[in-house]
């Protein structure tokens, strides 16, 4: 079954780091881009970044730069989001999506998405 | 990288056609086919409904289209149902090899 499956909700204290992890399963992981989105409540979607499951380049949201890191671990095909410093803007529903094969879009396979919730 | 501009709310009749438009720049929407739209119910993941302006996914109803003149993505739900009544998100590749989403439309069906 083709699917991607995200780690739990999370709640962290501002100023805190987090990591979301995203396991695929039936697909080749190293074949495709996996990207992530990040939805506040309420609010509409906003692209975090994105990672290469066979190369490992990443580019990131320029508002996010210096703060987000994107991984993965081709072993176990599954890549991660870590963002540091939360602050209450930070906190939204994490989504990961997988890269459509021969064009450029995010999202023909979503996961389900990680609820983050920052308190002070 | 500024979000894409869509309008707020668009609502419509069942079996009237609507259209929701998504304005960029000449260096994300204007550059590039590679213009998607995405339908989100409320508590669910989004769903792609049209990818590269105007190309539909298997199994996504035809009575969604896409289309694009310069820096201006368009929706367009033809006979609009029930069932249509949704968030829809409009997101473009850049120059910057970065992705960018629209504000969002929320879709009312009277």
């Known amino acids: 079954q083709v699917q991607l499956v995200q780690s739990g909700a999370e709640v962290k204290k501002s100023g805190a780091s987090v990591k979301v992890s995203c396991e695929s399963s039936g697909y080749t992981f190293s074949g495709y881009w996996v990207h992530w989105v990040r939805q506040a409540p309420g609010q509409g979607l906003e692209w975090v970044g994105c990672?290469?499951?066979?190369?490992?380049?990443?580019y990131y949201a320029q508002k996010f730069q210096g703060r987000v890191t994107i991984t993965r671990d081709t072993s176990i095909n599954t890549a991660y989001v870590e963002l540091s410093g939360l602050t209450s803007d930070d906190m939204a529903v994490y989504y990961c999506?997988?890269?459509?094969?021969?064009?450029?879009?995010?999202?023909?396979?979503w996961g389900q998405g990680t609820l983050v919730t920052v308190s002070s | 990288q500024s979000a894409l501009t869509q309008p707020a709310s668009v609502s419509g009749s069942p079996g009237q056609s609507i259209t929701i438009s998504c304005t960029g720049t000449?260096?994300?929407?204007?550059?590039?086919?590679?213009v998607s739209w995405y339908q989100q119910h409320p508590g669910k993941a989004p769903k792609v409904i049209i990818f590269d302006v105007s190309e539909r996914p298997s199994g996504v109803s035809n009575r969604f289209s896409g289309s694009k003149s310069g820096n201006t993505a368009s929706l367009t739900i033809s006979g609009l149902q029930a069932e249509d009544e949704s968030d829809y998100y409009c997101?473009?590749?850049?120059?910057?090899?970065?992705?960018?989403f629209g504000t969002g439309t929320k879709v009312t069906v009277l």
């Open positions: 997101s473009s590749y850049t120059s910057s090899i970065t992705y960018v």
């Open positions: 990672i290469n499951g066979d190369s490992g380049v990443r």
């Open positions: 000449s260096s994300d929407v204007g550059a590039y086919n590679y």
């Open positions: 999506a997988r890269e459509a094969s021969g064009s450029r879009y995010p999202g023909d396979l």
